[in-house]
């Protein structure tokens, strides 16, 4: 399953296919007992989709046969064992793709010439993920994180191990990551190696990163004046040979102060626009500024949902049972501002005060 939207995975995402192409979206649960129906209603999902081809005339039986092939393996693939909030398959003639969310969506099948990407945006921007660096004398490691995750990166050439070491314990014991490690001209060339590996892997990925290690090797990348260089150090040995928790752990309060100071300037610049009345507020006032470009700066708080309809020139709350109610606009208003070049940021639940749940800075 994908986790890692880049700008040009999501370009790919985006491209038009022959018709059909076909979204799957599920709500799933990451604990007991809330997870002992995922499996059902996603294959419940499938089948829904299987059906639509079905009653499509406008597909041929080739094609309906192809996509179908591909839902299953797609299905397939699917590991709930790792679910987060949502799942979205994607399938088309000749491919497929699952993605695991970190954000709840609306359980929905599209047939269309393009995939439902929104969903996917918004949650990946919701996420705000981030890389971990963590080094020693004879390994490095690239870990990815999100909000309340972190995983081992096994791409761009990572992890990374000195050739020709071995990692016997006694080994390590005796030599350990001492700042007399770091003096060695082998050592200083394999982190050296190593910055100029997660270069390129920002170039292609660019994320906010933390580096972890003994103070001496955090020197090395410092003065090496590379990727590393200008990042957020942690003083913090062992997390080369450590585990996905135990980097959480020593990242967590940098990131919580992190998304205090910056929930702190979000109110700042809100209060100041409406000061100059460049304010919007409201899920209708934000949709309506969204759709011409007007929003320059988005808050949406981390866990508000509205299901509206759309009533010709503004939205109003859905009816029960609205066949035209539209259960995911936050994410549409979220990738419509990122669209034009919005800033967005989630911001804790009540920190927009006595708005309801999303705001925004406009640009005129």
């Known amino acids: 399953m994908e986790h890692d939207l880049t700008p040009a995975t999501l370009a790919e995402l985006r491209r038009p296919r022959p018709y059909p192409a076909v979204s799957v979206l599920t709500p799933t649960h990451r604990r007991e007992p809330d997870n002992a ?19 499509d005339p406008a597909i041929s039986r080739e094609r309906r046969v192809e996509v179908s092939r591909e839902l299953d393996r797609a299905l397939a693939e699917v590991d709930l064992t790792h679910a987060e909030d949502g799942l979205a398959i994607f399938a088309a003639p000749g491919e497929h793709q699952v993605w695991t969310l970190a954000r709840t969506v609306p359980e929905r099948v599209v047939l269309s010439d393009t995939f439902l990407t929104r969903n996917l945006v918004a949650a990946h921007t ?8 963590s ?10 994180g999100g909000t309340d995750r972190v995983v081992e990166e096994r791409t ?24 007399s490690a770091f003096r060695d001209e082998d050592t200083r060339r394999f982190l050296r190696e190593a910055d100029a590996a997660l270069g390129r892997v920002l170039r292609e990925h660019p994320r906010p990163l933390y580096v972890t290690g003994p103070q001496a090797a955090l020197a090395v990348l410092e003065g090496a004046a590379g990727a590393a260089r200008g990042a957020v150090h942690i003083p913090r040995g062992g997390l080369a040979h ?16 992190e998304a205090l100071r910056s929930a702190d300037t979000v109110s700042r610049e809100l209060e100041s626009a409406r000061g100059r009345r460049d304010f919007a507020a409201g899920v209708d006032e934000i949709w309506q500024s969204a759709r011409v470009g007007r929003v320059r700066l988005l808050a949406v708080e981390e866990n508000y949902r509205t299901t509206v309809v759309d009533a010709g020139d503004h939205l109003e709350p859905a009816g029960d049972g609205d066949l035209d109610a539209r259960e995911d606009i936050v994410d549409e208003i979220v990738e419509q501002c990122l669209e034009t070049g919005a800033e967005i940021h989630f911001v804790p639940d009540g920190a927009l005060g006595d708005v309801e749940g999303i705001a925004g800075v406009l640009r005129y």
């Not at 080094?135 to 990815?144: E, G, K, Q």
């Not at 761009?156 to 700042?179: H, L, W």
Request: net charge positive; no cysteine.
């Open 37 to 55: 129906q995922d499996r059902i209603r996603l294959r419940h999902a499938v089948g829904d989709a299987k059906k639509r081809l079905e009653a």
């Open 126 to 133: 919701a996420e705000r993920p981030f890389w971990v660096l």
């Open 135 to 144: 080094v020693s004398a004879d390994r490095v490691t690239l870990w990815s």
């Open 156 to 179: 761009g050439g990572f992890p990374m191990t000195r050739p020709g070491q071995n990692f016997d314990p006694e080994r390590r014991q005796r030599t350990g990551d001492s700042p």
């Open 242 to 257: 450590g585990t996905p928790e135990a980097v959480r752990q020593a990242v967590r309060p940098l990131l919580a102060a």
